[in-house]
């Protein structure tokens, strides 16, 4: 009983990460997933992954409903909780870009159905038939949404995928520029119609609403930089950085690159969102 979910454990998380965007909810998806697993009649489980991931994702979508509430009245913008993560999930190239701060964003836009029939099926490629008893409809319906799901991410997901190699090369130059205050470096890096959010959780200051443009972000970036040293970090599967002021954590910045230029940035000051960067953390399908 017990060997069967820590075998799958990394797996359990993962999906209940993607779902919900929160590790710390995802982790007490996982509490509560154990609890019912140790209540099961083991004789009668013919697949224990497919037992277990059924009881994660029905876990995960009665969490996401009250997340919904939760961020309704979440002060300021809200992005997911940023992973340090091993450098091996960088060369599963379909589990990283489906846990990347830019992926988590558009799921944000699906109904909590979509977003567990889309991450099971598209991510960890679960048959519609399990996928059906884990969201209570029925194999056909379970098809149309995947359907709705597909279509809704490919409009909104990132268009192209980029390599660590060259995200790490545009991180390193915008490291640089906002290290030395460089104003033309940061520029040359930005893409024209970048989108800079920041989520403070209304603890830490933080935008209180996205900052659009090459040259209001430069320029917000390098007004606050003051005192920041910027460490290469692996967060959800892709390469970003790591703001430390003094020694201490004090933000993660995660980036969506284009063309070689920076289309979007994401900063967590949050403290509350910021307790998995302290050690890495495994993800897998």
Known sequence: MTSAFVAH?????????EM???AADAEDVLQETW?????VDHGEVRDARAYLVRITTRQALTRLRVLGRRKESYVGQWLPEPLLTTPDVAEDVELADSVSMAMLLVLETL????RAVFV????FAVDYDEIAAAVDRNPAAVRQIAHRARSHVAARRPRETVSPDETRDVLEAFRRAVETGDLQGLLDVLAPDVVLVGDGGGIKQALPKPVVGADRAARVLLKGAVGLVLE???????????????????????????NGLVAGLYAVRNPEKLSHMAEETVLSR
């Open 9 to 17: 454990r990394n797996l359990l998380f993962t999906v209940a990460y």
């Open 20 to 22: 919900l965007g929160s």
């Open 35 to 39: 609890l019912r697993w140790a209540g």
């Open 111 to 114: 109904t909590p159905t979509e």
């Open 120 to 123: 099971l099926r598209e991510v």
């Open 232 to 258: 290469p970090a692996y967060v959800n599967g892709h390469p970003a950085l790591v703001v430390r002021v003094e020694g201490v954590l004090d933000s993660v910045v995660a980036v969506h690159v284009e």
